[in-house]
């Protein structure tokens, strides 16, 4: 039996917008080809918030690929490169490479897609296709969201088949999501910054006070860790502030978000999955966990514990999208590459872990847990010459037997829910679309005279 996005994917005559609502008949008036397209397009875009960008903006990852790869192919066009050089001058290297590695990941599975590109004749349906994936990209995280939401009860409680979070809870009134987050007492102690831990669980209401105070340091942003990142009955009781990188990501939290998204619900709360369904990792034939599905696994942890109605980037001084690509700044370009490798979960062959940048982490803010693990590594590397680490530790993100089929649960693509992300995708060095038109294939830019310079992109 075919797993729910497969199922989806293999029916483009109904493909759904998930954008108001509406629902669209495809395939009646196209091509063989392009129904062949769009239903290898909207498959991949099921991964792209999962696995490569949560918060990607595909118009402008094709417009900003699209522009680096004609700039390096015209390094004799001044024209071209100082048009180019305005619109990329916005973007920073981390954010090109970002894009490029969706860029890649899209063209090399739906290659149709490059034949589209730079064809006037052809714009409308790239354009159409990009819409399509675009609002399946934003669905797909609301809808993950709102599926792990449904199961919070058990997944927060660190022995869920003994009892569930106490008092429990209800996820389908606005009265029962108000009683989650800083307003239950468990969930308030895995959101609680690690390092208040102690603190808040001898005196809650006075560390929330804190928290509440804007004179007052101690605040629940991005830049701090939450307890449930760590191991523990009492997630965070094995914090340690001298060795802030011990057992982090490893949280019982983390596991179950991980395996309900990337294997099965059924798999979460269990050794090995039942049922006959194909779980998403073996869908997108995922070989290793990657920084990008921890940070999108944290994400969604700390949204299905939280108190938030409804998503939305930013809740009180903590921003998802911040919180998002620290993460995956932190395990990509560490100084300590073995403690990062040591996160990654190899599950088929052998392959070396992440690519290092051999960029080092630098801060402003001294409340930064990531900046403060980097000073960590910096001095336990010139004590002892060299960390060792073993080669493959135990860790909760082990998504174990990817070939047992999960569960037959009844989370289909029929019943998703419909509560998507607010329009602003929060991206950082965001392009202004003005610039960017993808189906001309052109990219213009306004000088502050008024005048207009073009630098075409596709032929």
């Known amino acids: ?262 294997t099965s619900p059924s798999s979460a709360l269990h050794e090995r999955a039942k049922g006959a369904r194909s779980g998403n990792a073996k869908i997108h034939k995922m070989k290793t966990i990657e920084p990008e599905h921890i940070a999108y696994t944290a994400m969604q942890a700390h949204f299905m514990i939280s108190s938030a109605e409804k998503w939305s980037d930013q809740d009180s001084l903590f921003n998802y999208t911040e919180y998002y690509y620290r993460i995956i700044r932190l395990l990509r370009e560490t100084r300590n590459r073995a403690w990062a490798d040591s996160l990654i979960e190899k599950i088929f062959g052998n392959p070396k872990g992440l690519m290092s940048t051999n960029a080092a982490i630098t801060a402003d803010d001294g409340d930064d847990d990531l900046l403060e693990m980097e000073r960590q590594f910096e001095e336990r590397n010139l004590k002892a010459g060299e960390i060792k680490f073993p080669s493959r530790p135990g860790t909760p993100l082990a998504l174990v037997d990817f070939d047992v089929p999960p569960a037959n649960a009844p989370d289909s693509d029929a019943n998703r829910s419909h509560d998507a992300p607010n329009e602003e995708d929060g991206a950082h060095h965001h392009v202004d679309h003005q610039d960017l038109h993808l189906s001309n294939a052109n990219t213009e830019n306004t000088t502050s005279n008024g005048s207009s310079e073009s630098a075409t992109i596709a032929q």
């Open 1 to 262: 039996m075919p797993s729910d996005d497969t199922a989806a994917a293999e029916n483009p005559e109904t493909t759904a917008t998930h954008q108001g609502g509406e629902s669209r008949k495809k395939g009646a008036d196209e091509s063989p080809e392009m129904t062949a397209t769009r239903k290898e397009c909207l498959t991949i875009a099921k991964y792209i918030p999962r696995g490569l960008d949560a918060f990607c903006d595909l118009n402008e990852v094709f417009q900003v690929s699209l522009l680096v790869d004609r700039v390096a192919a015209n390094p004799d066009n001044e024209t071209l490169q100082a048009a180019a050089q305005k619109i990329l001058g916005k973007i920073d290297e981390r954010t090109c490479a970002r894009y490029r590695r969706t860029f890649d990941y899209v063209t090399v599975l739906a290659p149709h897609l490059l034949t589209l590109i730079g064809n006037k004749a052809k714009g409308a349906e790239l354009d159409s296709l990009i819409k399509e994936m675009q609002a399946e990209v934003t669905h797909i995280h609301a809808e993950d969201g709102s599926r792990l939401r449904k199961v919070v009860g058990r997944y927060a409680a660190p022995n869920p088949d003994k009892q569930v979070i106490q008092p429990p809870v209800s996820t389908e009134t606005k009265a029962g999501r108000a009683r989650m987050g800083f307003n239950h007492p468990q969930l308030g102690q895995m959101l609680c910054p690690v390092k208040y831990l102690e603190d808040y669980i001898k005196d809650p209401h006075a560390v929330q006070k804190c928290f509440e105070d804007p004179s007052n340091p101690m605040k629940v942003t991005a830049t701090v860790w939450p307890a449930y990142l760590y191991p523990g009955e009492t997630p965070g009781a094995e914090y340690d502030p001298n060795d802030i990188s011990k057992g982090l990501f490893r949280g019982y939290l983390m596991d179950r978000t991980s395996k309900h998204i990337l």
